[in-house]
């Protein structure tokens, strides 16, 4: 969150307006005192109070992850699925365990349910809190063993499209493994990827890169 701000006629005062407007203590504030003001001789020539401040980053993180927690229980509640909640902060990122009897819906067809309703926490908080840490939801090691699987298809199609000079096109996948492929494959010399296609079916092609002849 950007720094910003605030006047009073003492520094108690401009702290006092700084958590009026972020709706927060004056412990959660980071702040920095630019002028402490003075009152001048008689009131003549007095001068306000100015201080620079934001929140915490870790209030934000702990307040967004709040946020997802009720925006995540209202989805699940809405779609009657019975699922525990273990939200954490761990990278800079609100991961959000998902365990229960209902999880294999969120599995089906490689995981779609779960990266759509991952799609909609992330629109629904930012919407209002604003941008800022991604929310990942996962169902057991369902990301870690998806994301190995990925690397392995990149790494497959990379030999093939090398070995039969022909592109190579991948099933469609959401923004975030595409670009897990196209950073898998970034320092393979001799493919590029490109994608193509829109909505659902947007994938990844593994093309053979074309060397120019010398002159």
């Known amino acids: 969150m950007k720094a910003e701000e605030f006047e009073g006629k003492n520094v108690d005062q401009a702290i006092e307006a700084a958590c009026r407007h972020f709706n927060v203590s004056p412990e959660d504030l980071e702040i920095e005192i630019i002028t402490h ?16 401040a934001c929140v915490k980053p870790e209030v934000l993180l702990k307040a ?8 995540l229980q ?10 525990e909640i273990k939200a954490e902060i761990k990278d800079e990122k609100i991961c959000c365990q998902l365990e229960g009897p209902d999880k294999e819906y969120l599995l089906a067809r490689g995981g779609r ?10 629109k629904v908080v930012a919407r209002r809190q604003g941008v800022g840490a991604k929310i990942i939801l996962d169902v057991g090691d369902f990301r870690a063993l998806r994301e190995r699987k990925l690397i392995h298809m990149a790494q497959k199609a990379a030999r093939e499209a090398r070995r039969t000079r022909r592109p190579v096109e991948l099933p469609p996948m959401p923004s975030h493994e595409r670009r897990l492929i196209h950073l898998t494959l970034r320092n393979f010399s001799q493919v590029e990827t490109r994608s193509k296609g829109q909505g659902e079916n947007r994938r990844v092609v593994v093309y053979p890169r074309r060397h120019n002849p010398r002159r």
């Open 113 to 122: 349910p779960l990266n759509a309703l991952q799609y909609l926490v992330n």
């Open 37 to 52: 003001g003075s009152t001048g001789l008689f009131r003549i020539g007095a001068k306000k109070a100015r201080i620079r």
């Open 64 to 71: 967004r992850k709040e946020e997802a927690e009720r925006v």
């Open 74 to 83: 209202s989805f699940l509640g809405a779609a009657g699925l019975e699922l």
